[in-house]
Each structure stands twice: as C-alpha cells, then as structure tokens.
C-alpha cells in the first residue's frame, strides 16, 4: 500500500500547521490505513481509543438521528485529523466519518498520542487551535443559515470546500466528491432547493455535476455570490 505522505501539505490542515519535526513526529507514530468508499473510519457512540491523519482522500462526517437519518456536518481532507474529539475529552464519538473514495491515514493510539504530548507539547497547541478553527467554522456556517438565503449558502460552502479541500486540474477545475444532498446538508439546505440552485450555478457555467462529484469551475463567481446577503439589501 502506498501514501502520497511525501506530497505538499495544505497550509492551513493541522499537519500544514506543524513544523518538520513535529510532522515527521507525527506522521511516525502511528500506523497507515486504508479506506474503501464507504467505510467508517470512525464510528458514532464508540469509544475514542484511536485518531486519524488524513494523509489521501476525503472524509465526510455525519451525525445519525434516531431515526436513522444523516445529516453531514464536516468534510475533512488530506492533513486533517478524524477522530480526535473522543481522544481530547475520553468521551464518546459524537459522529461518524466515512470515506468518501478511496481513503488513506495514519492511526494513532492513545499510548502514542500521549507520548507525542509528552515530547512535543506544542503539538497538542496546534490540536487545540485547528479543533477551534473547525468550530468557529461550523458557527459561521450556522449563523448564516439565519440571513442568507440558499443560493448564498450553497456557494459558501462549495467555496470553502474547494479553498480548503480542492486540488485543482491542469484547467483549473476543482473535483470535490460530494452528493448534492450532502451538500445541501452541510449548507442547511433541503435536497429539492440545492438541486434547483445548483441548476442554476450549472447554467452559469460555474460548476459540473455528476454521479456523486460537483466539479467547480468558476470559483471567483461563487466567491462573488457569497459575499452578497440578500437580508442586507432588503432589510
């Protein structure tokens, strides 16, 4: 099994953020993983004994109802980490996180985790810090579910997913593997009203969609429809 570990990190992903030699630290611990499409990396309600670096692939992040029902909170990519909630507070997890493609990792225990801890302690600054930047992430989102409507939303979250997430093509495009009801989840958006605002993105030529993937293709249009708050026009 291979890992592109040897690819560039992205910036602002939690291994990004760490030095060599803390990387080097961390990616060493543990020991890599493979995920087919599909499988729980993590699963909701269990015992946090393990976490994850994401080191190929991309990662969505549910929350099941008791009826059964999913509602995808996150998507998290290559550098990222999966799992440490559960490590941090001893706690049940809180969601699951199932491969969206083909997945590769890094497993760390918690023996292992605490060891870093040990020896590197401003790694565990950085967990504190990148776990605070997914939350305010997630507040934001929340509170613009409250002025925006769906077109803003969608393009929100399209745009922050290919920001942060995407690898563009030689033309530029960005493939994100994601549903369009997973996308309408993650924008507090019903499936019919996505699908009816990602028609009109298509129409614009601004994206792609196919069979479980939307491709952006003009990310400077759907940065233009973001930063336009209709409650603000018509107060």
Do not use: C
Request: charged residues 25%; hydrophobic residues 40%.
């Amino acid at each position: 099994m291979t890992s592109p570990i040897r690819q560039p990190w992205p910036p602002a992903s939690f291994i990004g953020r760490l030095s060599d030699t803390e990387r080097a630290a961390v990616l060493g611990a543990g020991t890599q993983v493979q995920f087919d499409d599909g499988d729980a990396v993590v699963v909701q309600g269990d015992i946090g004994r393990d976490l994850f670096v994401l080191t190929s692939g991309l990662v969505r992040v549910v929350v099941a109802a008791a009826s059964g029902a999913e509602t995808t909170l996150a998507l998290r990519a290559r550098g990222d980490l999966v799992g440490e909630f559960a490590i941090l507070d001893d706690l049940p997890r809180i969601a699951t996180a199932r491969a969206a493609g083909r997945v590769f990792a890094v497993r760390i225990g918690r023996a292992a985790f605490d060891t870093l801890g040990r020896r590197y302690p401003e790694i565990k600054d950085v967990i504190t810090r990148h776990v605070i930047a997914k939350m305010r992430e997630e507040t934001e989102r929340h509170a613009a579910e409250r002025v925006w409507e769906a077109p803003q939303r969608l393009a929100q979250v399209l745009y922050e997913l290919a920001e942060t997430h995407g690898q563009p093509n030689a033309d530029g495009e960005i493939r994100l593997p994601i549903t369009q009801s997973a996308l309408g989840s993650l924008a507090g958006v019903a499936t019919s009203t996505a699908e009816r605002a990602l028609k009109e993105f298509r129409q614009r030529g601004a994206i792609e969609t196919g069979y479980g993937t939307i491709v952006v293709r003009d990310l400077h249009y759907l940065g233009s429809i973001r930063f336009t708050n209709p409650s603000r026009e018509n107060p």
